[in-house]
Each structure stands twice: as structure tokens, then as C-alpha cells.
């Protein structure tokens, strides 16, 4: 065995030891949506720090913990909090985590994010469900030597976002009367928010919203055989759009007000995918 896979094996056993087995389903929160790990039933939780290998989180509004449990009635594990390169991180230290919970048996993620619109029809508080991203960073979690009993040296991104499951989150958004846009999402390093050049360039490029995450962990969880499903809550306006600055406290504001939303929705979501 591979030192990653050493490593993976050892902080699989720690979450194992103290939450059970996992479920199929796991779902990452991003900023100010962690609250929904703690309306889980039945749930037992591990601190990041108590478990080898993972990074610690910094950033606002990511408790820093997983949790797992039920969501209604369906098994789920949690990320209450992600990592960021913007913190610190190398881009493999940000797919060490999924590619834990593939080891752990997961096979369906559920990637969630606060972002800035891009698309001038969008409005701060829609929901966008990701179709596709691109990659502004430069980095890439794959870098370096590739352990073949993790995934291929080049994984095909075509269908990075699954289909299937991006037609069952329209459904539930739908039978709760809930606005889903479907759009592009583009990765930017962070942690400055973008320029309103920078913006521009994004739209030009076919991009609908931007943000400082969920692209490592989508490349991870492709490359190590996880089903993906990205979803954004459009939390502002990006950079040029409106005459205001941004800050993170608006984003954490939408995030809070959208926040039952966006909690029906994944709930929604998990109790059709509970039966796929």
C-alpha cells in the first residue's frame, strides 16, 4: 500500500472508530450552510482535528467537523466545513477528505457553495446547480504521483457533474416550487474577491458564477469514482455587476436568509436520491 493509501486507510478507521459506517450519501456545506448538519437525527460527530491527515478549517462560517446521521429518514454524511487553497492548503491536501469517503464507502457527494452571479439573470439568493466548471486557479489535486488504486493518471472530466443526479435535483426543486438555474461554475484562488476585469473575462469564458472552492474536491471525487453534484447559492452580485463593494459578511447574510431554502432543497434532494 501507497503512503496515501496508508493514510487514507488510518484516517478512515478514526471515523469509522467514532461515527459507524458511513453512508452512500455525503454532502459538503460551504459557507454559512453548516447549520444543516445539526438538524441531523441520530447524529454523532468528529472534530477535523481528531482525525489523521485532515487540514483544520479557518475560514467564517465552517464549524470545522464531521457529522453524520440522519436527514429525515436517509443516512448522510456531513462536512461541516470545507478547506480552501486560499487558506493554505495544497490542492491534495483539499481532496484527502473525498477521497476518505470513498474508502469509507460513499458513492454519491453532494458539493454546496456560497458564490458571486456572474449571469446578469441571476439575483443574490438564487440557487444554481452546477452543470460545469472551469478551472481559473491553475491548480489541480491531482498533481504529483498518481496511486492507481485510488483512480486513473487522467481521469475524463466530460461529465464531471452527473447527469442523473442533476435531473433528480430539478425534480425536487421542482415538486417544492423552489427556482433552480443551471449554469457553469468558475474556480478562482481567492482569497481577494475577483476584479470587475476579472469578471468580465469570466463571463466571456462562458462562466455563470464564481468562486473560491468546490472545483479540488469535484476533481478528487471524479477521479476516485464518486458521483458529484454541485450546487451554489448565489449569495452577491460579483465584482462590476453593482456599484457596491463586496464583503463576507453579505455573503454570510444571504446564506443565513436562504438558508431554509437551500435546507429543503438538499433535503429534497437526499430523500429522491436515498432510493436511486
Known amino acids: ?130 452543470r460545469d466548471h472551469i478551472n481559473l486557479s491553475g491548480r489541480n489535486p491531482l498533481v504529483g504521483p498518481n496511486d492507481e488504486t485510488i483512480g486513473p493518471r487522467f481521469p475524463d472530466m466530460s461529465k464531471a457533474y452527473d447527469p442523473a443526479l442533476r435531473q433528480v435535483a430539478h425534480q425536487a426543486a421542482a415538486s417544492l416550487g423552489t427556482a433552480l438555474h443551471e449554469g457553469v461554475y468558475a474556480w478562482f484562488l481567492g482569497p481577494s474577491f475577483e476584479t470587475p476585469a476579472e469578471i468580465r473575462m469570466a463571463r466571456l469564458l462562458g462562466a455563470d458564477a464564481v468562486g473560491m472552492s468546490t472545483v479540488p474536491e469535484v476533481i478528487a471525487a471524479v477521479h476516485c469514482g464518486l458521483r458529484v453534484l454541485g450546487i451554489s447559492c448565489i449569495t452577491n452580485m460579483a465584482a462590476g455587476i453593482l456599484d457596491q463593494p463586496i464583503t463576507s459578511e453579505e455573503v454570510l447574510e444571504i446564506s443565513e436568509r436562504r438558508k431554509p431554502a437551500f435546507e429543503a432543497l438538499l433535503r429534497g434532494i437526499v430523500m429522491q436520491l436515498a432510493s436511486l
Open 1 to 130: 500500500m501507497s503512503n496515501l493509501g496508508t493514510a487514507i486507510a488510518e484516517a478512515r478507521d478514526t471515523i469509522v472508530h467514532a461515527l459507524g459506517p458511513a453512508p452512500r450519501i455525503a454532502i459538503v456545506l460551504g459557507s454559512g450552510l453548516g447549520s444543516l448538519a445539526d438538524s441531523l437525527n441520530e447524529s454523532r460527530s468528529i472534530q477535523y482535528a481528531a482525525i489523521p491527515g485532515f487540514p483544520r478549517s479557518t475560514a467564517p462560517g465552517h464549524a470545522g467537523r464531521l457529522v453524520s446521521g440522519r436527514l429525515g429518514n436517509v443516512p448522510v454524511l456531513c462536512m461541516q466545513g470545507r478547506f480552501h487553497v486560499y487558506e493554505g492548503w495544497e490542492p491534495s491536501q483539499i481532496a484527502f477528505p473525498v477521497r476518505v469517503m470513498r474508502a469509507l464507502g460513499v458513492e454519491i457527494i453532494i458539493l454546496t457553495n456560497a458564490a458571486g452571479g456572474v449571469n446578469l439573470d441571476y439575483r443574490p439568493g438564487d440557487f444554481m446547480l452546477i
